[in-house]
């Protein structure tokens, strides 16, 4: 069975950068396409980035554009997001999911990881 585990959540400056991490198991990860939602207290899951099970194709939610980058090594079955620049508005748990499609809905992934905390604040 398929699990995802997140990892690099931390507390940082304004400004500053982290990179997460999430590592999937499972005999047929490399087939999947992954995303990453976060949800910030009394706050509904939002989508954030989404790369297509190549790597060839990848997507942002317009908050994170020009900030954030994702990307995926086959090889380790891990996906990576890089933020930069951060800002205390993308203070949220942050989620890794996979699925069959790039959409931006939540319901659209199957597989969830279990969340790392972000914080931003100085």
């Known amino acids: 069975q398929d699990q995802l585990v997140e990892s690099g959540g931390g507390l940082v400056q304004p400004g500053g950068s982290l990179k997460l991490s999430c590592a999937a198991t499972g005999g047929t990860s490399n087939k999947y396409s992954m995303a990453w939602f976060r949800q910030a207290p009394t706050k509904e899951r939002e989508f954030v980035s989404s790369?297509?099970?190549?790597?060839?194709?990848?997507y942002f939610a317009d908050s994170v554009k020009g900030r954030f980058t994702i990307s995926r090594d086959s090889g380790k079955n891990t996906v990576y997001l890089q933020m930069n620049g951060l800002i205390p508005e993308d203070t949220a748990v942050y989620y890794c999911?996979?699925?069959?499609?790039?959409?931006?809905?939540?319901?659209?992934?199957?597989?969830w990881g279990q969340g790392t905390q972000v914080t931003v604040s100085s």
């Open positions: 999911a996979a699925g069959f499609t790039v959409a931006s809905r939540p319901d659209q992934y199957p597989i």
């Open positions: 790369i297509t099970w190549h790597g060839g194709g990848t």
